[in-house]
T-cell receptor
Framework: EPEVTQTPSHQVTQMGQEVILRCVPI?????FYWYRQILGQKVEFLVS????????KSEIFDDQFSVERPDGSNFTLKIRSTKLEDSAMYFC??????????FGSGTRLTVV | KNQVEQSPQSLIILEGKNCTLQ??????????LRWYKQDTGRGPVSLTI?????NTKSNGRYTATLDADTKQSSLHITASQLSDSASYIC?????????????FGKGTLLTVNP
């Protein structure tokens, strides 16, 4: 069964550093998403991406965040200057035109 | 504000028993409701998806119900197994367009004991 692949599975970074979280969505999917889950809290929407541009973003997705689809297969989330409160599980998801989401296994980001 | 509330927060049952998890939502406009299973440290895995016109859907030992009038859903697990121990999350899609942004509940943490 097709999968959404995320790397790395765990990233530790110092506060103020830039991190890039990587995702390979399912190849024929058109819509791409990033969600995050702070430990013990619910999953929250960050951003959706379609046709090579952001289609919607939440208030969490401020100027420190950016997304990119640099080639036909990767979808990345960049955090420019990490803060302690950015520590969370980050989930990438993709979706075909119709049908359900497929989530990746997540990247656990720890900011120290 | 779009919200999804789940109960109970946590539940402990014995292997082989049945259980029912509840979900209430205020997401509008409503597109569809999903139940996901999330193992600790893993991404959510879809169990069922229901649209406005569907009031029940089964996936093996999982049966979801939806009452779009009262904005309530339930997930019934039959003959529970140890591997059912996980967080079960109710998720509602509320965007009317193609974006299908998801609103997540906090989940019910189910523990199945031998």
């Amino acid at each position: 069964e097709p999968e959404v692949t995320q790397t790395p599975s765990h990233q530790v970074t110092q506060m103020g550093q830039e991190v890039i979280l990587r995702c390979v969505p399912i190849s024929n999917h058109l819509y791409f998403y990033w969600y995050r889950q702070i430990l013990g809290q619910k999953v929250e929407f960050l951003v959706s991406f379609y046709n090579n541009e952001i289609s919607e973003k939440s208030e969490i997705f401020d100027d420190q965040f950016s997304v990119e689809r640099p080639d036909g297969s990767n979808f990345t989330l960049k955090i420019r200057s990490t803060k302690l409160e950015d520590s969370a599980m980050y989930f990438c998801a993709s979706r075909a035109d119709v049908g359900g989401y497929t989530f990746g296994s997540g990247t656990r980001l720890t900011v120290v | 504000k779009n919200q999804v509330e789940q109960s109970p927060q946590s539940l402990i049952i014995l292997e082989g028993k049945n259980c029912t998890l509840q979900c209430n939502y205020t997401v509008s406009p409503f597109s569809n409701l999903r139940w996901y299973k999330q193992d600790t440290g893993r991404g959510p895995v879809s169990l069922t998806i229901m649209t406005f016109s569907e009031n029940t859907k089964s996936n093996g030992r999982y049966t979801a119900t939806l009452d779009a009038d009262t904005k309530q859903s339930s997930l019934h697990i039959t003959a529970s197994q140890l591997s059912d121990s996980a967080s079960y999350i109710c998720v509602v899609s509320g965007s009317g367009g193609s974006n299908y942004k998801l609103t997540f509940g906090k989940g019910t943490l189910l523990t199945v004991n031998p």
